[in-house]
Nanobody
Framework: QLQLVESGGGLVQPGGSLRLSCAAS????????IGWFRQAPGKEREGVSY???????IYADSVKGRFAISRDNAKNTVYLQMNSLKPEDTAVYYC?????????????????WGQGTQVTVSS
């Protein structure tokens, strides 16, 4: 069974940090572009960060300088390090995989999705 599983979410105070993990099973992430998306209540899903199979990465303006995406193909896992968290970062975070070397920004271009992990930033 091909699946992605996110972990690492939780409750954190403003200014705190979390590291999300996206682990693949049933297939290898090598050769896939990976995206992190998030969806807050009442809002549309938005892209947060993307990484290509050659480790090129881009970020949404709202998280630039605070979040960092990385991949460890040996562990078949992609990470999203989130620092200086703000209440507006509160959302369910999803990872997704798209076959091919180039990162994609449209959710419609992704082949596999995880179930999501909740991130809540609150004092």
């Amino acid at each position: 069974q091909l699946q992605l599983v996110e972990s690492g979410g939780g409750l954190v105070q403003p200014g705190g940090s979390l590291r999300l993990s996206c682990a693949a099973s049933g297939f290898t992430l090598d050769g896939y572009a990976i995206g992190w998306f998030r969806q807050a209540p009442g809002k549309e899903r938005e892209g947060v960060s993307y990484i290509s199979s050659s480790d090129g990465s881009i970020y949404a303006d709202s998280v630039k300088g605070r979040f960092a995406i990385s991949r460890d193909n040996a562990k078949n896992t992609v990470y999203l390090q989130m620092n200086s968290l703000k209440p507006e970062d509160t959302a369910v975070y999803y990872c997704a995989a798209a076959w091919g070397p180039v990162y994609r920004t449209s959710p419609d271009e992704y082949d596999y999705w995880g179930q999501g992990t909740q991130v809540t930033v609150s004092s």
